[in-house]
């Protein structure tokens, strides 16, 4: 089989060079080139206040000053636990300016979540939300660790005079109820201190920049190695492949360098919102919007369709979550979204249903990629027009990624087209491995022809054409007599229903055989809709084979979401669980 078949076939963009060449460079270059270049453009855009380039990169030279100042180098880690608010571009790229490893930290974290990641990177300085819950949580989590400096960061400089002082009179400005002298710096002071020069330090692109930490739904949470030169090669892959077309609406051409308005409502700590949101719009210089809650309001997502037409966003990556919950807000129809142009899907499943309801109150082309932590995150994207555009697939292989599926028991015998297997990806956004875990980096990749492949425990299969399907997580298939059922594709189905707004479906365990499983789905409806367990279980008869059929449906409010908006069926399961009186495995 030809390894990369799929660059051969009419699907493949006419304007995607299937091989690129990606500069060796530290990842702060794009920040210093942009400011060099186009310095006078706005970047962080946050409550009406922006930034631009040149003041951003400022302000990553005089934090990088500081922190060599602590002694902080190219052998040691920085975290940032902090929302997506404007501090975090300079203090992500001027910690990288010192040689620095840098971990992105969940600020939603409890204190033993964030004490395991602060412990296990060895992380030495801390910069932090000025805010009632993050700081004091910060201080928790810091005891035990290495630890010796938090740096808090308000929201207050960011504000305009007038809202800055009300917030401050009507104490809604965030602010930590107390702050522990011996180890607390303040972001605004340090810009104030230090002059803005980054330490002369020699990087090789291809060490560690990055460690971000993967959900852990399978066991102890893991931090992915991602280097310099991974993360600017998927930035690259990704623009390379972007090209709108003027019939599929949303004007025409690819990322266009100094126009775009990139809004971050997906959180900057994780991969696809480091990378598709900051990375990329620092790339092209765009303006990055600041959302740090993006269901804030009321009705919730009331702030997030306000900043979007306030700011006239061009680009809106995203996840489905979001996007269905757009789509069926009730007042959407008061804001105009026409300028939306890029509009990406990833980090859960997208119910083909849930793209047609935004494009329908948008006019936007939405367009289903796939990546993990590991890989960048991207390695697959749909074509970005609706002539090769496939919902249920995730599409076709980025420039320089080769994709294989192997076979799920050993992962080294490749799989024909067309049959399921483990989905293995190489390439130059493909991780170096788990930080201090060689046996687990060792488990989960495979020499094959020469070039290392990383497993990535989703099972899927390729067409003719090279798109790619994921049934689901290795680790979640049901096992339904023998048979082996996806949620995905259960849930797939379950949407194409007119009153499910969101679904979730798990295997149960049987009480008499424990190995053998039962479907149940978890829906929750539209809003104003009723119906009963039993009109679903009904419905289903004629939508899915007998052993993907939900034996059980239960109604729900909500359902539980991880920070980027994936269903957490881990969280349903164990729930169930405990309320059959039995211990989760």
């Excluded at 971050?264 to 949101?277: F, R």
């Excluded at 009153?499 to 190995?515: F, L, Q, T, W, Y």
């Amino acid at each position: 089989m030809d390894e990369l078949y799929w660059q051969k076939k009419e699907a493949w963009p006419e304007t995607a060079s299937p091989a690129l060449d990606y500069p060796e460079e530290p990842l702060f270059a794009m920040l210093d080139r942009a400011a060099s270049k186009s310095g006078d453009l706005p970047y962080t855009v946050f409550m009406d206040k922006s930034q631009t380039y040149r003041e951003v990169k400022e302000h990553s030279d005089r934090i990088a000053n500081f922190l060599a100042s602590k002694g902080i180098g190219a052998s040691n880690t920085v975290a940032i636990f902090l929302p997506n608010v404007p501090q975090f571009p300079a203090v992500f790229f001027g910690a990288l300016k010192t040689g620095a490893k840098v971990v992105t930290c969940n600020p939603l974290y409890k204190p033993n979540e964030l004490n395991f990641q602060l412990k296990d990177t060895d992380a030495e300085i801390v910069f932090v939300l000025d805010h009632p819950t993050f700081t004091p949580t910060c201080y928790e989590a810091i005891k035990g660790t290495k630890v010796h400096t938090v740096v808090v960061c308000s929201v207050k400089p960011f504000l305009s005079k007038p809202k800055a002082i009300l917030g401050g009179l009507l104490g809604k400005i965030p602010k930590s109820p107390y702050y522990e002298a011996d180890k607390t710096l303040f972001y605004d002071d340090i810009l104030k201190r230090y002059e803005p020069k980054a330490p002369d330090v020699t990087i090789d692109p291809k060490s560690t920049a990055v460690i971000i930490y993967t959900g852990g739904t399978t066991g102890t949470p893991k931090g992915a190695e991602l280097s310099h030169y991974n993360l600017v090669s998927n930035v690259l892959q990704i623009l390379e492949w972007v090209y709108l077309r003027e019939e599929d609406g949303g004007g025409v051409g690819g990322v266009r360098y100094g126009e775009e308005v990139n809004v971050g409502a997906i959180p900057w700590y994780h991969s696809y919102g480091l990378t598709l949101c900051l990375l990329n719009a620092t790339w092209s210089a765009g303006k990055l919007v600041c959302i740090p809650d993006p269901r804030s309001g009321n009705p919730p997502l009331t702030d997030l369709l306000k900043e979007l037409e306030r700011t006239k966003c061009t680009v809106f990556n995203c996840v489905p979550a979001l996007y269905a919950g757009i789509a069926n807000h009730p007042d959407v129809g008061k804001y105009d979204l026409s300028t939306i142009r890029i509009c990406g899907s990833g980090a859960a499943p997208l119910p083909p249903e849930v793209a047609k309801g935004f494009e329908n109150v948008t006019g936007a082309l939405v367009y289903e990629g796939y990546g993990l932590t590991e890989t960048s995150p991207t390695t697959h994207s749909n074509p970005t027009n609706k002539k090769y555009r496939k919902f249920g697939s995730i599409g076709l292989p980025l420039p320089d990624t080769s994709c294989k599926i192997l076979d799920i028991e050993t992962g080294t015998k490749e799989m024909p087209i067309g049959e399921k297997g483990e989905i293995a990806i190489n390439g130059p956004q493909v991780f170096s491995g788990y930080w201090r875990k060689p046996e687990e980096t060792a488990n989960v990749m495979r020499e094959i022809g020469g070039k290392r492949y990383f497993l990535t425990g989703d099972v899927g299969y390729m067409d003719e054409l090279g798109y790619t399907y994921i049934s689901d997580r290795k680790k979640q298939m049901i096992n339904v007599g023998g048979m082996k059922a996806y949620p995905r594709e259960i849930e797939d189905i379950l949407f194409t229903h007119p009153k499910v707004k969101m679904a979730a479906a798990v295997g149960i365990p049987r009480d008499n055989d424990p190995s053998n499983e039962f479907v149940k789905a978890y829906i929750q409806l539209k809003d104003g809709e009723t119906a009963s367990p039993e009109e679903f279980v009904e419905w289903a008869k004629d939508k899915m084979a007998g052993y993907k059929r939900p034996r059980e449906v239960k109604i729900v409010d909500s359902l539980p979401l991880s920070n980027v908006g994936k269903v957490l069926r881990r969280v349903l399961l164990e729930e169930e669980l405990k309320e059959r009186g039995k211990q989760p495995s």
